[in-house]
């Protein structure tokens, strides 16, 4: 990973459902972050397929195969030190004064973008089952540009 990465897919909350949508709205990543509540090992391994996979567990991962993912992450992306959790109300860092550009979560099956004090603060939103109201989305980031470039890609509004 490092310097020459451009886009980044991110996805979170599968619940062990993989969407065609959500492997064609990822495809062309660089690098694909799940942050968690991933739900079943083949998903991580389709998402690989598509590029390499930084992901996290969330708390309704378990079993073997979700212990060998760890709580948090880091990845290098770009001109970016993204760090991963599932929980952004877990978060137990100053992320400005640890040196990280991002900050990616999940849980709460809501998409969003902040920014506080110069860290950006991402959700790319649930891409599992649909949950309340809810959409159903992913997240790519762009490096190409400056200010970096955010797009939330609903999933169900590309079903054909």
């Not at 886009?7 to 968690?36: F, K, N, Y």
């Not at 709580?71 to 970016?80: I, K, S």
């Amino acid at each position: 990973m490092g310097k020459s990465l451009k886009t980044v897919g991110l996805i979170s909350d599968t619940h062990g459902v993989l969407r065609d949508e959500a492997l064609h709205a990822l495809q062309g990543s660089d690098l694909i972050i799940h942050a968690g509540d991933v739900g079943k090992p083949e998903i991580v391994d389709a998402l690989k397929a598509l590029a390499p996979v930084v992901a996290v567990r969330g708390n309704i991962d378990q079993g073997a195969w979700a212990a060998a993912l760890p709580t948090t992450a880091v990845a290098e992306a770009g001109p970016a030190i993204i760090y991963v959790l599932h929980d952004i109300h877990e978060l137990d860092l100053d992320p400005l004064a640890a040196g990280f550009h991002i900050v990616v979560s999940g849980h709460s099956h809501k998409p969003s973008r902040t920014e506080r004090a110069g860290v950006l603060y991402l959700n790319p939103g649930s891409a599992g089952p649909r949950r309340f109201k809810l959409p159903v989305t992913v997240a790519r980031l762009d490096f190409g540009q400056t200010p970096w470039k955010v797009d939330f890609i609903d999933l169900c509004s590309m079903a054909t």
